[in-house]
């Protein structure tokens, strides 16, 4: 494949109120935009704000649509057992018109089991909810009629061809080739019992052979590989914030029933798949992540590192401008103003001090 296009990822977890996280998340976008990613992802999650901030996806990339021109913005993801098929589709519509055209739909069939409860639905059914939504959504999306001698109204352009799946399984890769939708794949994901230091490249590139596999001929792959990226001018800065992010982080996820091998910091870097440090450490880090080889699309996040805002910003500019290039991956064409982002650098040496 060629070179894979860059994308920045959130889940609105900034250490904040939500109309700060909002405030910060849209300020993380644009400065992405500015730095030349060419996608910005948003992730949906519904009562838990330690583990998102936003249920409401599409009014957020709306606001967002507003404050930008040129980056394309996606729903990483909608969970759609827990959506009606049809408003998700009239909502990305009219979000798609508002944007002038730069919504992409990613969808999932969610993760936390409580979080169905109040939507009256059973976490342990969600698969065949799923592809029952899914069915109606796409008859929405293609101008179908979806009941009542109705069809979606404003219609959806080509939104239907902006689909992407997120998926942590081989059959879930097979059903997004087969629909030729996109494929998300995860910054990590949890390891069989049997071989918990197994690699994230051993876990996903299967789920990317069966994908590639079930497209049809003719359809063009998308695999957006998402990753969690955090970069700092001193790797010592950001082994300071990893200590508490990935602990942090670690703690949730043995508390859901997940075993993640390893106590010391660098093994946590390791169990949760994490690319951390300058510039150069970085780059070599994540060239030795073959699945990237394969995707079309990186997606970086600075989850579960969660630095400060400051620090997130600076570590956007250093992916764009220095790992980037390092491996090879192209930036939209764009030069950004050098005062910003020595502003940027002032800000973090107040912080430091």
């Known amino acids: 494949m060629t070179a894979p296009t860059l994308a920045f990822f959130t889940r609105l977890l900034d250490d904040a109120p939500a109309p700060e996280r909002y405030r910060l998340a849209t300020d993380q976008i644009r400065h992405a935009e500015r730095f030349g990613i060419e996608r ?57 018109l508002l944007s002038g055209g730069r919504i992409d739909l990613g969808l999932g069939s969610g993760g936390t089991p409580s979080s169905f409860v109040p939507f009256g639905q059973d976490a342990a059914g969600k698969a065949p909810v799923y592809d029952r939504k899914l069915a109606l959504l796409l008859d929405a999306l293609r101008g179908n009629e979806i009941g009542g001698g109705n069809t979606l109204y404003p219609d959806a352009s080509s939104l239907a061809d902006r689909i992407w799946q997120a998926t942590f399984s081989v059959p879930g890769g097979t059903r997004a080739g087969v629909h030729g939708h996109g494929l998300l794949l995860s910054r990590t994901q949890p390891r069989p019992a049997d071989a918990l230091n197994a690699s994230l490249a051993r876990l996903q590139e299967p789920i990317v052979d ?42 949730g996820f043995r508390r859901a029933g997940q075993t993640i091998p390893g106590e010391t910091l660098d093994e946590l870097i390791v169990a949760l798949d994490t690319h951390l440090g300058t510039p150069e450490e970085v780059a070599a880090s994540l060239a030795a992540d073959t699945t990237l080889e394969r995707a079309t699309e990186v997606a970086f996040q600075v989850h579960s590192v969660d630095a400060p805002h400051d620090w997130v910003l600076r570590s956007i500019e250093l992916f764009a401008t220095e790992v980037a290039p390092a491996l090879g991956w192209a930036t939209r064409d764009t030069t950004p103003d ?11 040496g107040k912080d430091h001090a």
């Not at 992802?41 to 519904?46: G, L």
């Not at 792959?221 to 990226?229: F, I, Q």
């Not at 800065?237 to 602990?247: K, N, P």
């Open 40 to 96: 910005a992802w948003v992730a949906q999650h519904h009562f838990r704000a330690a583990e998102g901030g936003l249920p409401a996806p599409f009014v957020f990339l709306a606001h967002a649509a507003a404050a930008t021109s040129e980056i394309r913005l996606g729903t990483g993801v909608v969970t759609l057992p827990l959506e009606d098929p049809v408003r998700v589709a009239e909502d990305a519509a009219v979000a798609d």
């Open 210 to 251: 069966a994908y590639l596999d079930a497209l049809a001929d003719g359809v063009q792959p998308r695999v957006t590989a998402s990753r969690t990226v955090f970069v700092a001018d001193d790797r010592a800065d950001a082994l300071r914030f990893a200590e508490v992010g990935l602990r942090r982080a670690v703690d």
């Open 338 to 348: 050098h005062p910003a982002s020595l502003d940027t650098l002032s800000r973090l």
